[in-house]
Nanobody, 122 residues
Framework: QVQLVESGGGLVQPGGSLRLSCAAS????????MGWYRQAPGKQRELVAD???????KYTDSVKGRFTISRDNAKNTVYLQMNSLKPEDTAVYYC????????????????WGQGTQVTVSS
């Protein structure tokens, strides 16, 4: 059974930093794109950053220059380094990935993590 588990969220002051991690586990055959989404109360879930299997990245405008997404394919893990955090970054951050596994007949399937809370407040 494939699972995505996020970690690294917490409370941080404006201007501070956090590093989120998301590890995929299970009978994984292949992972394509991985990404981080976030959702604040009353708002739609939005893509924060995305990274392809080849390392190409994309960021939403509001985090460009402050956040960095990366991945370690050997560990099936994606990271989100968040610097210069702002109160508006407060949200539940979700990991997302397209994964092939034996359990789903090696067909691409999209998975979501449970989310990790990031709160930026003084």
């Amino acid at each position: 059974q494939v699972q995505l588990v996020e970690s690294g969220g917490g409370l941080v002051q404006p201007g501070g930093s956090l590093r989120l991690s998301c590890a995929a586990s299970g009978s994984i055959f292949s992972i394509n794109a991985m990404g981080w989404y976030r959702q604040a109360p009353g708002k739609q879930r939005e893509l924060v950053a995305d990274i392809t299997s080849g390392g190409s990245t994309k960021y939403t405008d509001s985090v460009k220059g402050r956040f960095t997404i990366s991945r370690d394919n050997a560990k099936n893990t994606v990271y989100l380094q968040m610097n210069s955090l702002k109160p508006e970054d407060t949200a539940v951050y979700y990991c997302n990935a397209d994964i092939r596994s034996a359990g789903r007949s090696y067909i691409w399937y999209n998975y979501w993590g449970q989310g990790t809370q990031v709160t930026v407040s003084s």
